[in-house]
């Protein structure tokens, strides 16, 4: 149900952060590519959260071929994270 709905708030709505990255997943729940999400979440999800979040960054979104829980053990995102840490 909670999936369904369209009336809940979206987490991070309003806030302002000087930096601010999602990385999620896409097409990697059955390995075809063509899914519009990871397993969890949905693409426009991940859309909606990016966009409701103020940042100095105008690139916010990373996606990554991956389902929603491979996203942490996965050494290019890994990777990926350090170097925006590291420019941050």
Do not use: C, M, W
Request: glycine share 12%; no cysteine.
């Amino acid at each position: 149900d909670k999936i369904l709905r369209t009336d809940d708030k979206n987490p991070g709505e309003g806030l302002s952060l000087n930096q601010f990255y999602l990385i999620y997943g896409i097409g990697g729940l059955n390995g075809r590519g063509n899914e519009q999400d990871d397993g969890i979440v949905t693409v426009d999800d991940q859309s909606a959260i990016a966009n409701g979040i103020n940042s100095s960054n105008d690139d916010k979104t990373n996606s990554y071929k991956q389902d929603h829980g491979d996203l942490p053990n996965d050494n290019l995102i890994q990777n990926r994270i350090k170097v925006l840490l590291e420019a941050g």
